[in-house]
C-alpha cells in the first residue's frame, strides 16, 4: 500500500526575526538540548569477503531507543524497471550510445540522487558522473514500512541545455528541486583548431555524433536545476549561469532562500557564495569569493574570511554570450609570465589557478562575463583567495548556525611554497599550512545576530548567512600500521559527501579514497564529543557518493548513500597476482543507488 507522502528534507524552526519571518534558529535555540543519536559501529574490512560487500550499521539509537536499520538497494546501474534503463547513455538526438563491442554504454558512475515528493508520489533525480552525462527520474514506491521500491525509470533529456558534463554531488532546494552540478570545467583558452582540449574533454564528443566542433567548453561547468512539475514525472532542466562556472561539486541553500554556498573541486580552487535576487530563484544576483586571512597555522588552520564581490549577473545575460559562441580570447588579452611570477606589463595580473600561473587582463567591458564564464580566474585578479584543494561537500547545522564544508586534502595550493613555489608562483599565497593528505571537514561561522556583513570594499551583503571565520573540525591523519591503508582507519580519508541530522549533534561524512583506505567509509561524526562511528563501508575500488538526509518523507527518515563504480579504482599493490580487488564478474562492477534505514522521524 502505498502511503501520502509529506516533506520536510530540513526541519528548521520558524521564528521572528528582524520584524520578518525567517527559518533561522533564535540564539536560545543553539543551546536547546539536541536528540542524542548513535549508529550501531561498522568494523574495519579484513577479510577478503569483507572487502567486497557493503556493510552498514544494524541499528540507530534515538534518545536511547533503538531502531533497526540496514543498507537498501533501489536501483543498480543497468537495471531495467519499467520503460528505461538505469544509466543508459544517450547522445544529443536520443539514440543509445554503444561501445567499441556495439553494446549500449551503461554508466557505473551513479552519483548524487534526490528524493523529490511531488503531491502523492515519490520521485528521484539520480545523476551519472560520466562525459556525456546522464540524468534519470524514477517513480518509487514508499511502503508502510518505509521500504523503497523502484516502479519506472526514464532518461532525462538534456540536449536543450546541450547536455550535461560530470555532474557530481548536488542538494536539494528549500522548494524542492533537485540541484546538480557540473565538476572539472573545461579549460576554454586551450581549444585547439579542431575543436579538441584533451581527451578527457573530447569524450563529450560523443553526444555530437564525434564532431568536437560542434562542442562549446562554455557550456559546460555550470549548476543545472531540476525541477519535477507533476506526478506524471514531467520535468523541467535548466542551467544557472548567474552562479558562475567552475568545478562545481555542489550547491548548498541556505533557509532563506537567496544564500548559497559553492564548493569547487581541484587544485588551486576557490570558495564561493550566491546571493540571489529573489528567494526561490536562482536564475540572477551576485556572486563572491572568498580571501583566506590567516590567523592559525596549527593543524586545518584557521581563518578570518573577506568576501570579495565579483558583481551581479543573470542566466539571461550570460546565455546570449552562450548563443554567440564568445570565446577565451573575446574575455581576456593574455601574455607569457616571467619565471620570477611577474608580467612584464603593469596591466596585466599575476594568477594561479586551477590552470596554472598566468598573466591576464579582461577586456574592456568583459568584467561580467569573465565573472561568469571564468569565475576562478576573475575571482582572482580581484585577490580571492584560489589556492584550496579538493574541495568538496557542503551542508548546514541549524542548531549551531555553522557551516561545513570538506577539503579532501590539504594539499599543494594549501601548503606554503610546494614545489618550489609552482602552486603559489603568481598568486597570493594566502593559505600556509603542513600538508595532510587524509583530508580536513572545516566549519564556517555565520555572522547572524553578531552585525551586519560586508564586502571587501565596505559594500553591504543582502544576506543573513555570511560566513566570517573558518576552522578546521575534523582530520584524517596519516597511519600506516594497517597494511593497505595510509591513514589511519579510526579517522578520515579524503572527505568528500557531507550531510547533517538537524535537531542532533551529528554530521554524516562520506569518504572519496584511493590509497586512504583500502574501502571507503561513511561516518557519523558527533561535533560535541568528537566521536567518530565508521557506519558504511563499501567494496574495493568503490567511492561513497550522495550521502543525505532526509528527516521524514511519509513519516520515515533516510540517509541515501550511492556506491559509485565497485571495483573501478586500484590499490596500492601493482602486482596483478596481489591485487584481489578483481571483479568476479561484470555484474560485480555495478553501482548501488539505495540509502540507509528507514530512519525514525527526529523531530524538534
Same mark, same amino acid.
Given at each position: 500500500?502505498?502511503?501520502?507522502?509529506?516533506?520536510?528534507?530540513?526541519?528548521?524552526?520558524?521564528?521572528?526575526?528582524?520584524?520578518?519571518?525567517?527559518?533561522?534558529?533564535?540564539?536560545?535555540?543553539?543551546?536547546?538540548?539536541?536528540?542524542?543519536?548513535?549508529?550501531?559501529?561498522?568494523?574495519?574490512?579484513?577479510?577478503?569477503?569483507?572487502?567486497?560487500?557493503?556493510?552498514?550499521?544494524?541499528?540507530?539509537?534515538?534518545?536511547?531507543?533503538?531502531?533497526?536499520?540496514g543498507?537498501?538497494?533501489?536501483?543498480?546501474?543497468g537495471?531495467?524497471?519499467?520503460?528505461?534503463?538505469?544509466?543508459?547513455?544517450?547522445?544529443?538526438?536520443?539514440?543509445?550510445?554503444?561501445?567499441?563491442d556495439?553494446?549500449?554504454?551503461?554508466?557505473?558512475?551513479?552519483?548524487?540522487?534526490?528524493?523529490?515528493?511531488?503531491?502523492?508520489?515519490?520521485?528521484?533525480?539520480?545523476?551519472?558522473?560520466?562525459?556525456?552525462?546522464?540524468?534519470?527520474?524514477?517513480?518509487?514506491?514508499?511502503?508502510?514500512?518505509?521500504?523503497?521500491?523502484?516502479?519506472?525509470?526514464?532518461?532525462?533529456?538534456?540536449?536543450?541545455?546541450?547536455?550535461?558534463?560530470?555532474?557530481?554531488?548536488?542538494?536539494?532546494?528549500?522548494?524542492?528541486?533537485?540541484?546538480s552540478?557540473?565538476?572539472?570545467?573545461?579549460?576554454?583558452?586551450?581549444?585547439?583548431?579542431?575543436?579538441?582540449?584533451?581527451?578527457?574533454?573530447?569524450?563529450?564528443?560523443?553526444?555530437?555524433?564525434?564532431?568536437?566542433?560542434?562542442?562549446?567548453?562554455?557550456?559546460?561547468?555550470?549548476?543545472?536545476?531540476?525541477?519535477?512539475?507533476n506526478?506524471?514525472?514531467?520535468?523541467?532542466?535548466?542551467?544557472?549561469?548567474?552562479?558562475?562556472?567552475?568545478?562545481h561539486?555542489?550547491?548548498?541553500?541556505?533557509?532563506?532562500?537567496?544564500t548559497?554556498?559553492?564548493?569547487?573541486?581541484?587544485?588551486?580552487?576557490?570558495?564561493?557564495?550566491?546571493?540571489?535576487?529573489?528567494?526561490?530563484?536562482l536564475?540572477?544576483g551576485?556572486?563572491?569569493?572568498?580571501?583566506?586571512i590567516?590567523?592559525?597555522?596549527?593543524?586545518?588552520?584557521?581563518?578570518?574570511?573577506?568576501?570579495?564581490?565579483?558583481?551581479?549577473?543573470?542566466?539571461?545575460?550570460?546565455?546570449?554570450?552562450?548563443d554567440?559562441?564568445?570565446?577565451?580570447?573575446?574575455?581576456?588579452?593574455?601574455?607569457?609570465?616571467?619565471?620570477?611570477?611577474?608580467?612584464?606589463?603593469?596591466?596585466?595580473?599575476?594568477?594561479?589557478?586551477?590552470?596554472?600561473?598566468?598573466?591576464?587582463?579582461?577586456?574592456?567591458?568583459?568584467?561580467?562575463?569573465?565573472?561568469?564564464?571564468?569565475?576562478?580566474?576573475?575571482?582572482?585578479?580581484?585577490?580571492?583567495?584560489?589556492?584550496?584543494?579538493?574541495?568538496?561537500?557542503?551542508?548546514?547545522? =541549524?542548531?549551531?548556525?555553522?557551516?561545513?564544508?570538506?577539503?579532501?586534502?590539504?594539499?599543494?595550493?594549501?601548503?606554503?611554497?610546494?614545489?618550489?613555489?609552482?602552486?603559489?608562483?603568481?598568486?597570493?599565497?594566502?593559505?600556509?599550512?603542513?600538508?595532510?593528505?587524509?583530508?580536513?571537514?572545516?566549519?564556517?561561522?555565520?555572522?547572524?545576530?553578531?552585525?551586519?556583513?560586508?564586502?571587501?570594499?565596505?559594500?553591504?551583503?543582502?544576506?543573513?548567512?555570511?560566513?566570517?571565520?573558518?576552522?578546521?573540525?575534523?582530520?584524517?591523519?596519516?597511519?600506516?600500521?594497517?597494511?593497505?591503508?595510509?591513514?589511519?582507519?579510526?579517522?578520515l580519508?579524503n572527505?568528500?559527501?557531507?550531510?547533517?541530522?538537524?535537531?542532533?549533534?551529528?554530521?554524516?561524512?562520506?569518504?572519496?579514497?584511493?590509497?586512504?583506505?583500502?574501502?571507503?567509509?561513511?561516518?557519523?561524526?558527533?561535533?560535541?564529543?568528537?566521536?567518530?562511528?565508521?557506519?558504511?563501508?563499501t567494496?574495493?575500488?568503490?567511492?561513497?557518493?550522495?550521502a543525505?538526509?532526509?528527516?521524514?518523507?511519509?513519516?520515515?527518515?533516510?540517509?541515501?548513500?550511492?556506491?559509485?563504480?565497485?571495483?573501478g579504482?586500484?590499490?596500492?599493490?601493482?602486482?596483478?597476482?596481489?591485487?584481489?580487488?578483481?571483479?568476479?564478474?561484470?555484474?560485480?562492477?555495478?553501482?548501488?543507488?539505495?540509502?540507509?534505514? =528507514?530512519? =525514525?522521524?527526529?523531530?524538534?
Amino acid at each position: 500500500m502505498k502511503k501520502s507522502i509529506i516533506s520536510a528534507s530540513v526541519v528548521t524552526a520558524t521564528v521572528l526575526f528582524s520584524g520578518c519571518t525567517t527559518n533561522q534558529p533564535t540564539k536560545t535555540e543553539f543551546k536547546t538540548q539536541a536528540h542524542n543519536v548513535e549508529f550501531s559501529e561498522v568494523k574495519v574490512p579484513s577479510k577478503e569477503y569483507e572487502k567486497r560487500k557493503i556493510m552498514v550499521s544494524s541499528s540507530i539509537s534515538v534518545d536511547g531507543k533503538k531502531h533497526k536499520i540496514g543498507y537498501n538497494t533501489i536501483l543498480r546501474s543497468g537495471d531495467q524497471v519499467g520503460e528505461g534503463v538505469f544509466g543508459q547513455l544517450f547522445d544529443s538526438k536520443g539514440e543509445p550510445l554503444v561501445g567499441e563491442d556495439g553494446a549500449p554504454k551503461i554508466s557505473n558512475s551513479n552519483d548524487f540522487s534526490s528524493l523529490i515528493p511531488v503531491g502523492d508520489k515519490l520521485f528521484m533525480i539520480s545523476q551519472f558522473e560520466t562525459r556525456p552525462a546522464a540524468m534519470y527520474i524514477t517513480e518509487l514506491e514508499q511502503t508502510e514500512n518505509g521500504q523503497l521500491k523502484a516502479l519506472n525509470t526514464k532518461n532525462i533529456d538534456l540536449s536543450h541545455i546541450n547536455g550535461v558534463w560530470v555532474p557530481c554531488a548536488g542538494s536539494v532546494t528549500p522548494w524542492n528541486t533537485h540541484l546538480s552540478s557540473e565538476e572539472y570545467e573545461p579549460d576554454a583558452s586551450a581549444v585547439k583548431e579542431n575543436g579538441s582540449i584533451n581527451d578527457y574533454y573530447d569524450q563529450m564528443g560523443e553526444y555530437y555524433n564525434g564532431d568536437l566542433k560542434a562542442l562549446n567548453p562554455y557550456d559546460y561547468g555550470w549548476t543545472p536545476e531540476v525541477k519535477v512539475l507533476n506526478e506524471k514525472g514531467d520535468v523541467n532542466v535548466v542551467k544557472h549561469y548567474s552562479m558562475g562556472r567552475f568545478a562545481h561539486e555542489l550547491s548548498y541553500v541556505m533557509p532563506d532562500e537567496k544564500t548559497v554556498f559553492l564548493s569547487d573541486d581541484g587544485t588551486n580552487v576557490a570558495i564561493y557564495m550566491f546571493i540571489a535576487d529573489k528567494a526561490k530563484d536562482l536564475s540572477s544576483g551576485t556572486l563572491y569569493a572568498a580571501k583566506w586571512i590567516q590567523t592559525n597555522d596549527k593543524g586545518a588552520g584557521k581563518a578570518d574570511l573577506q568576501w570579495i564581490n565579483l558583481g551581479h549577473s543573470s542566466d539571461a545575460n550570460i546565455k546570449k554570450a552562450l548563443d554567440a559562441k564568445i570565446k577565451f580570447s573575446d574575455i581576456f588579452d593574455k601574455i607569457e609570465m616571467n619565471k620570477d611570477g611577474s608580467c612584464s606589463s603593469s596591466s596585466f595580473s599575476t594568477v594561479n589557478t586551477t590552470t596554472g600561473a598566468e598573466c591576464l587582463k579582461v577586456k574592456e567591458g568583459k568584467e561580467e562575463l569573465a565573472s561568469r564564464m571564468e569565475a576562478r580566474r576573475y575571482a582572482a585578479i580581484l585577490g580571492a583567495t584560489t589556492e584550496f584543494r579538493k574541495m568538496e561537500g557542503i551542508t548546514y547545522n =541549524p542548531n549551531e548556525n555553522v557551516v561545513y564544508l570538506s577539503m579532501s586534502e590539504v594539499a599543494k595550493g594549501m601548503e606554503d611554497n610546494a614545489k618550489k613555489g609552482k602552486y603559489d608562483i603568481g598568486g597570493n599565497n594566502d593559505i600556509k599550512l603542513e600538508e595532510n593528505k587524509c583530508g580536513t571537514v572545516y566549519k564556517l561561522d555565520l555572522t547572524t545576530f553578531i552585525t551586519k556583513a560586508f564586502d571587501s570594499k565596505g559594500n553591504e551583503i543582502n544576506s543573513q548567512f555570511v560566513p566570517r571565520a573558518m576552522s578546521g573540525l575534523v582530520s584524517g591523519f596519516a597511519d600506516k600500521s594497517v597494511e593497505q591503508n595510509k591513514c589511519s582507519v579510526t579517522s578520515l580519508a579524503n572527505p568528500d559527501n557531507i550531510t547533517y541530522i538537524p535537531n542532533t549533534d551529528t554530521l554524516i561524512i562520506g569518504e572519496d579514497t584511493g590509497s586512504g583506505h583500502q574501502n571507503d567509509y561513511i561516518w557519523s561524526y558527533n561535533t560535541k564529543t568528537d566521536k567518530l562511528t565508521r557506519i558504511q563501508t563499501t567494496p574495493y575500488g568503490s567511492e561513497t557518493t550522495s550521502a543525505y538526509y532526509y528527516n521524514n518523507i511519509g513519516g520515515h527518515g533516510y540517509l541515501m548513500s550511492v556506491v559509485q563504480h565497485p571495483y573501478g579504482e586500484g590499490d596500492a599493490t601493482t602486482k596483478e597476482e596481489d591485487m584481489p580487488n578483481k571483479a568476479y564478474n561484470v555484474s560485480d562492477m555495478k553501482a548501488y543507488t539505495g540509502y540507509i534505514g =528507514p530512519l =525514525p522521524v527526529i523531530s524538534k
